[in-house]
């Protein structure tokens, strides 16, 4: 151990970390009722430096995307990150802090024999995460991890920000784990489409015959892009932006093209004109919407992001939807039901996704052929479900929420509970959406409101909104104030009023 003197007890408060140099390894130091400790200074899912990030509750909370770390331990307790934070050593010589350059090594305890079979259908966003709790939690039995696409998990919220943008090339897409993973983890991958899953045999068939008899498994099939029922709508030239293979293709067909036609506009939709906007390319959205993200944001925050787009040039068609793509050996044209025709080398499709439960026809399924999942993402015997498949129970009502970071979450419940713990989805819903250089953020799930509290102004990007039923703080949208978003999505885990929430504002 070479320990170094990094900081006077004076400088750290239980309020938020501060990074220091312990010789050449940064590090962040917390405090927790007068105990310091030292982790690793990036979260270890996207870099994000964690001193600027939050302490509340008992976590310190990641800035950008919210993973929240155990204070005493440093474990990961929420997702993205995957993996916990590296720990290093810290010594208190009088009102000196010392720490030691390297993290301490997690000490591997025996594995005990386990003979079950576990599987995990989806290496997206919820299968990662399951596979990475599993192994976490102690399970360390048989893990088949089964998907289609070739590739390790990879991030794909990059897709839409970032890779169209040109700010990444998609071979350096990040994956959701490291090589390092892979090689401990003890994980057999699987690569094939599955065909059926039953339940009551717990036997998994795939489309060229084999089959498999699982323990436990969960359902992690993520959603297939909607295409509208529309003639010309599988045309070449005509795109959905769903998998590193669709962003590939697009941009290669983006390379000699100019003109691209968003049809919907979601926030996969709108980041892709943003992105596409950077990229150079002329963007126009079709959309039936007036304001964007009103349902989810409110109306002031929706026009000042479309207000955001058209001053850097994208065009929106709104109150209207096309009726036919047209072109003959590629699309060259959207009509619209309004009669107005526009021209166009691309069109990206951004209309949504519909669950992926082709394969499991003999369970119970909701109008919109999602899973039904009980509060702990049971959805059978043996089986759990995770991510854009399910609809499950939130503050006592079924929804179906298709947030990237809500499918990890999930995820670690059902891994829980694949394992005997009796666990509940409790955590906070969170997305983000990244348009022009500016990251909006949102907490909760808002079915309805009928106030917003407004701090600073949604037109000048900078702000924070609450939005409430009554004197009950629903959901929270913000722009640039992300150590305060922190530390709400840990406090909102219990009912929080508008006045408690603006005094966490102006503290």
């Not at 929106?316 to 793509?325: A, I, Q, R, S």
Request: proline residues 5%; aromatic residues 6%.
């Amino acid at each position: 151990m070479t320990f170094h003197a990094v900081a006077d007890l004076d400088q750290v408060n239980d309020s938020r970390p501060i990074r220091v140099q312990a010789g050449s390894t940064e590090v962040v130091l917390v405090s927790n009722v007068k105990q310091v400790r030292a982790f690793q200074a990036n979260c270890p899912h996207a870099g994000a430096p964690l001193e600027k990030g939050a302490i509340c509750e008992g976590y310190l909370i990641c800035p950008w995307h919210k993973a929240a770390f155990a204070i005493d331990s440093g474990a990961v307790c929420e997702p993205p990150a995957l993996a916990s934070l590296q720990r290093h050593a810290v010594r208190i010589e009088g009102n000196r802090i010392w720490v030691d350059d390297q993290p301490g090594s997690a000490a591997d305890g025996p594995v005990e024999p386990d003979n079950r079979c576990f599987v995990v259908i989806g290496a997206g966003a919820a299968g990662s995460a399951a596979v990475a709790a599993l192994r976490e939690k102690g399970y360390t039995g048989q893990l088949l991890w089964i998907d289609q696409e070739q590739r390790n998990a990879y991030d794909r919220t990059a897709l839409s920000k970032f890779v169209l943008a040109g700010e990444m090339a998609p071979a350096q897409t990040p994956p959701l784990l490291d090589d390092s993973f892979y090689q401990g983890a003890r994980i057999q991958r699987l690569h094939g489409r599955v065909q059926r899953v039953d339940s009551q045999t717990k036997t998994i068939s795939f489309d060229e015959g084999r089959s498999l008899i699982y323990d436990a498994a969960l359902l992690a099939t993520g959603g297939t892009p909607l295409r509208p029922q529309i003639e010309g709508a599988h045309l070449p030239g005509v795109f959905v932006l769903r998998s590193l293979a669709d962003a590939e293709q697009l941009l290669e067909a983006a390379e000699a093209h100019a003109r691209v036609t968003i049809i919907g506009d979601s926030f996969i939709g709108l980041e892709a004109a943003a992105a596409l906007r950077k990229a150079g390319l002329e963007v126009q959205v079709v959309t039936r919407h007036e304001v964007p993200f009103q349902k989810q944001m409110g109306e002031r925050i929706g026009r000042a992001l479309r207000a955001l787009h058209e001053r850097n040039g994208v065009v929106f068609h709104t109150g209207t939807e096309p009726v036919l793509l047209e072109g003959a050996a590629k699309v060259h044209e959207v009509v619209l039901d309004n009669g107005k025709r526009l021209e166009t080398d691309l069109v990206l499709i951004g209309t949504g996704v519909s669950p992926a439960t082709e394969p499991l026809r003999e369970l119970a399924l909701a109008d919109d052929h999602s899973l039904m999942a009980d509060a702990g993402m049971r959805v059978a015997d043996g089986l759990w479900a995770a991510g854009d498949v399910v609809t499950f129970p939130l503050a006592g009502q079924p929804v179906r929420i298709e947030h990237w970071r809500v499918a990890q979450q999930q995820a670690r419940v059902a891994a829980g509970n694949m394992l005997g713990e009796q666990g509940e989805f409790a955590d906070v819903p969170f997305f983000w959406t990244y348009h022009y250089g500016k990251t909006y953020e949102v907490l909760g799930y808002a079915r309805d409101w009928n106030r917003i509290e407004y701090v600073g102004e949604p037109e000048q990007h900078a702000f924070i909104a609450l939005l409430c039923v009554d004197d009950q703080v629903e959901s929270v949208v913000a722009c640039e104030r992300q150590r305060l978003m922190a530390t709400l999505s840990q406090r909102m885990k219990r009912p929080l009023s508008c006045s408690e929430a603006l005094a966490i504002v102006g503290s």
